[in-house]
């Protein structure tokens, strides 16, 4: 128990300091006084709460969805590799967003939250496809056939968005500007847009943990320990493609995040899903904050694509994981 | 540019002219390579009067405003900084550029630009983006930019003030009309 304290605790503050350095270095350096006293310096308060601010939640809310989202897909497929983005879902979802922005969908009733809720749908659907073709191609559903599916999967829809990408004239701006993966300059209707998917995705695969950990020994056990298999499974999915694609939908496809993040957590602290999947979610955030960071200090006054640290990062940790389960010391 | 070559003909590039006098220059060697120097003559000095009378009236300007120049919004805000036509032009109608500190064509970060607070604000992006000014006067911060607050916002022509050609003194103007409206007239 005292173990899992220090663990949320560290975690914790990884976050808390993630959040400050966030909001008070950039190109204009703003004192972190400035959060608890606005009228010392208003341009300054200007900043940090109509530009930074916003940045730092949805970098944060992102990050924690593809972290939790990765950590549950590992578990259920039992496969150390898959996350939303080697799984083909980020792609889907991003079908769906690029649809939505090409045809000016709006869904009646839905307003703002129709980009989403595309993007969801486009996720979900792709989860399932990858799954069904998965399963045909190899019932045991091995690591690499997964993921290999989830390529060519990622590499047809990634052809769609070209294809669509060269129809567009106008929006091509809009369209290329939200596919590079970026938080920025996106604002408060953004967090909005996202908040309660990411909130519902994350509580239901938090319902599932126990479940998850019964999964670990195989579907089989996990029914005999009174784990309802198909509901579950179902859940998870859902849940899984809710949190992918309501992250994509705010910021175009940033990789690796739910790779990584779950990976680091299990290695330092064990892979109980109890907290795998809430050190996750926190690490998740303060991750990406950080990795969002840099993404615009580092060539600053010009930005990099965040996308690239996170693939940064997050290849070579693919690449040894791989490793490892390959030569079998996992 | 070799392949026409190849083909037998007779190739000539134009530099980037990045002042006036580099404008009068191009124009007048590409009246001497076509044959046309009495049109060029005439459009040159046509120009220059011009030039010199917006010069002139710029002696008015009392206070010199800060202007910011958007010369692209996605995925980044792109300016122009010294060395650039652009640059030029504005420091002909005695403005500051706000990104007078950076070289070439640069992209500004939204918050560089909301703390040098511009007193005006131009887009050449009209041509692609339709609500190019609203969505400016929008954007999350820029409530608080003196420009936004004095609906100094405006969006220019692109191709009189990017495309060194007969056109600048046109775009000159434009300009001078939307920094200073009290002294070039609206």
């Keep these: 128990m005292n173990k899992n304290l220090i663990a949320y605790t560290i975690s914790l503050i990884l976050l808390a300091g993630a959040v400050v350095l966030g909001v008070t270095v950039g190109t204009v350096t703003i004192s972190p006084r400035v959060l608890w006293n606005p009228s010392s310096d208003e341009t300054a308060a200007n900043i940090l709460w109509n530009i930074r601010m916003p940045r730092v939640v949805l970098a944060g809310l992102v990050g924690a969805a593809l972290a939790i989202a990765g950590a549950a897909f590992q578990g259920l497929l039992k496969n150390p590799l898959a996350d939303p983005y080697t799984l083909g879902v980020s792609s889907g979802a991003s079908v769906g967003a690029v649809t939505t922005l090409f045809f000016g969908i709006t869904i009646p009733f839905l307003g703002i939250f129709t980009l989403p809720v595309i993007s969801m749908a486009g996720a979900l659907a792709t989860m399932l496809a990858v799954m069904g073709f998965a399963k045909l191609v190899d019932r045991s559903m091995k690591m690499e056939t997964v993921i290999l599916t989830g390529i060519i999967f990622s590499s047809f829809l990634g052809s769609v968005i070209s294809l669509m990408i060269a129809l567009t004239g106008e929006e091509l701006r809009q369209i290329i500007g939200w596919l590079l993966g970026s938080v920025s300059m996106r604002g408060w209707p953004y967090v909005q847009m996202a908040l309660p998917f990411l909130l519902i995705g994350s509580f239901l695969l938090w319902l599932n943990r126990r479940e998850l950990n019964a999964m670990l020994f195989g579907e089989e056990r996990a029914q005999h320990l009174g784990v309802n298999i198909k509901r579950s499974k179902m859940m998870i999915l859902v849940s899984g493609s809710v949190l992918t694609g309501a992250a994509v939908a705010v910021s175009g496809t940033i990789g690796f995040v739910g790779l990584v993040v779950p990976h680091m957590v299990r290695l330092l602290w064990g892979s109980d899903h109890r907290h795998v999947l809430p050190l996750s979610f926190i690490n998740g955030a303060a991750l990406l904050i950080v990795c969002d960071l840099v993404s615009r200090t580092i060539i600053s006054p010009t930005e990099l694509p965040i996308g690239v640290i996170t693939a940064f990062i997050g290849a070579p940790v693919f690449a040894f994981i791989f490793f490892r389960q390959r030569k079998g010391v996992a | ?186």
């Design chain 2, 1 to 186: 540019m070799q392949q026409l070559r190849d083909a037998g003909l007779d190739v000539f590039v134009v530099e980037e002219a990045t002042t006036f006098d580099e404008v009068f220059e191009t124009m007048t060697i590409i009246g001497q390579a076509t044959g046309t120097m009495e049109e060029a003559d005439a459009q040159i000095s046509e120009m220059e009067a011009q030039l010199d009378e917006i010069e002139e009236m710029s002696a008015e300007v009392k206070e010199p405003k800060k202007v910011f120049v958007e010369v692209g919004s996605t995925p980044e805000i792109y300016t122009t900084g010294t060395g650039t036509f652009i640059d030029e032009m504005l420091s002909t109608i005695n403005a500051e550029n706000i990104a007078g500190d950076q070289e070439g064509w640069v992209s500004m970060d939204p918050e560089a630009i909301v703390s040098s607070n511009p007193d005006v604000i131009v887009t050449t992006e009209g041509a692609y983006v339709p609500n190019a000014v609203e969505l400016i006067m929008g954007r999350n911060g820029f409530a608080e930019i003196t420009a936004v607050q004095d609906e100094a916002v405006y969006n220019l022509d692109s191709d009189k003030l990017t495309r060194q050609g007969p056109r600048v003194t046109e775009g000159l103007l434009e300009l001078a009309r939307a920094v200073y409206p009290e002294v070039y007239g609206e």
